[in-house]
């Protein structure tokens, strides 16, 4: 018996070795508030409202449609991902990938953050407000109804489309 639960232990471990690195991260699902603590990868699901206040993402945030995003003084290594969301307001963070916020419905605020990729909102429905932020890569605004509005933003690349002068 000995032998046999060596073999088992064994081959479990080398099919663990031989995942890839994100295979083996956790994903986080966030309905409610998460407060100060690491996470690796964070999911707000369809419909969901998630609200983090200074938490630490090690991974990418990924908010699904209709669902509610609130995240203030927060650090996410990778991007920050939303398509079809109800609200995405990111304040005070440091984004070490890309903002990305596609076909949201009612807008919402990417205000006073470190940007080391772009920021990028495309074909949202509702107000959005992109104030203050320092952006190493791109600041891209396209086919936004209404177009974004704020300012003051500093930019490394360009300011394009519908945020040129934000």
Same mark, same amino acid.
Do not use: H, Y
């Given at each position: 018996?000995?032998?046999?639960?060596?073999?088992?232990?064994?081959?479990?471990?080398? /099919?663990?070795?031989?995942? $890839?690195?994100?295979?083996?991260?956790?994903?986080?699902? !966030?309905?409610?508030?998460?407060?100060?603590?690491?996470?690796?990868?964070?999911?707000? $699901?369809?419909?969901?409202?998630?609200?983090?206040?200074?938490?630490?993402?090690?991974?990418?945030?990924?908010?699904?449609?209709?669902?509610?995003?609130?995240?203030?003084?927060?650090?996410?290594?990778?991007?920050?991902?939303?398509?079809?969301?109800?609200?995405?307001?990111?304040?005070?963070?440091?984004?070490?990938?890309?903002?990305?916020?596609?076909?949201?419905?009612?807008?919402?605020?990417?205000?006073?953050?470190?940007?080391?990729?772009?920021?990028?909102?495309?074909?949202?429905?509702?107000?959005? /407000?992109?104030?203050?932020?320092?952006?190493?890569?791109?600041?891209?605004?396209?086919?936004?109804?209404?177009?974004?509005?704020?300012?003051?933003?500093?930019?490394?690349?360009?300011?394009?489309?519908? !945020?040129?002068?934000?």
């Amino acid at each position: 018996m000995g032998v046999r639960v060596f073999l088992i232990a064994a081959v479990g471990a080398a /099919t663990a070795l031989m995942l $890839p690195s994100w295979a083996l991260a956790d994903d986080r699902i !966030c309905r409610g508030t998460i407060g100060a603590v690491t996470v690796d990868n964070l999911k707000v $699901p369809a419909g969901a409202t998630c609200k983090l206040n200074r938490t630490r993402v090690d991974g990418n945030v990924i908010v699904n449609r209709r669902a509610t995003l609130r995240a203030e003084r927060v650090r996410v290594d990778g991007n920050v991902q939303a398509e079809g969301a109800a609200v995405v307001r990111v304040v005070d963070s440091t984004v070490g990938g890309s903002i990305q916020l596609e076909q949201g419905r009612a807008g919402g605020a990417v205000l006073r953050n470190r940007v080391e990729g772009d920021i990028q909102l495309f074909s949202n429905r509702g107000a959005f /407000t992109v104030t203050r932020n320092r952006v190493d890569g791109n600041l891209q605004c396209k086919s936004n109804q209404p177009r974004p509005t704020g300012g003051r933003n500093v930019v490394e690349g360009n300011k394009e489309d519908q !945020c040129a002068r934000l």
